[in-house]
C-alpha cells in the first residue's frame, strides 16, 4: 500500500510538471519601460472600434518621462467596443526578429505584419501569430482607463 501511494503521488507530481507551461506563451523581446499618455481629444482616430495608431519614438513627440516600450508601440480599439474606447497596445518589435528596428505595421484588417521577415498577428487575439502554432506573440502591454472620460494610460 505504501508503494502504491509512493507511485501515485510521484505520477501526480510528474504530471503536473509535464501538463504546465505547454500553452503558455513566450515573451521574448528585451523588456523595456513602458509609461505613455493617451489622449483622445488629441488621437480621435482611437474612438472608432477597429481602429488603430502606432507610436514611435522621433515620429511621435512624446513627454518627458514617457517611454514607448522596446520598438514603439501599436494602440488598437476593440471591433467590439460600444459607448466607451477598449483598448489595448502592443510593442511594434517582431518577436520572430528580436529587434527594435524591425517593427510590425498594422494594416485595416485588425493585423499586424512584420516588414522583414512577413509574420502575421492578430490584434484581436492577443497579437497572437495567425499562421503556423508558434508560441511567438507580440508583447502586450496594460492600458488603463483614468479618471477622465478620454485619458488612458499604457503601462507595462
Known amino acids: 500500500m505504501k508503494i502504491l ?3 501515485l503521488l510521484t ?3 510528474v504530471s503536473l510538471f509535464c501538463g504546465c507551461g505547454k500553452d ?3 515573451n521574448i523581446i528585451p523588456v523595456y519601460p513602458v509609461n ?3 489622449n483622445l481629444v488629441v488621437d480621435n482616430v ?3 472600434p477597429g481602429s488603430y495608431k502606432e507610436y514611435v519614438k522621433g515620429s511621435y513627440p512624446i513627454l518627458a518621462g514617457e517611454s514607448l516600450g522596446y520598438a514603439g508601440l501599436i494602440v488598437v480599439n476593440s471591433i467590439y467596443a460600444t459607448n466607451t474606447p477598449d483598448l489595448f497596445a502592443f510593442d511594434l518589435s517582431c518577436p520572430n526578429e ?3 528596428h524591425i517593427r510590425v505595421k498594422g ?3 485588425f493585423t499586424a505584419t512584420c516588414e522583414k521577415c512577413g509574420k502575421v498577428y492578430d490584434l484581436m487575439s492577443n497579437g497572437r501569430i495567425t499562421d503556423g502554432s508558434s508560441k511567438l506573440h507580440l508583447q502586450r502591454y496594460r492600458v488603463v482607463s483614468t479618471a477622465e472620460a478620454d485619458v488612458f494610460y499604457v503601462t507595462r
Open 36 to 38: 505613455f499618455k493617451i
Open 5 to 7: 501511494k509512493h507511485i
Open 46 to 48: 482611437l474612438r472608432t
Open 11 to 13: 505520477g501526480l507530481i
Open 107 to 109: 494594416s485595416g484588417n
Open 98 to 100: 528580436k529587434m527594435a
Open 24 to 26: 503558455e506563451e513566450e
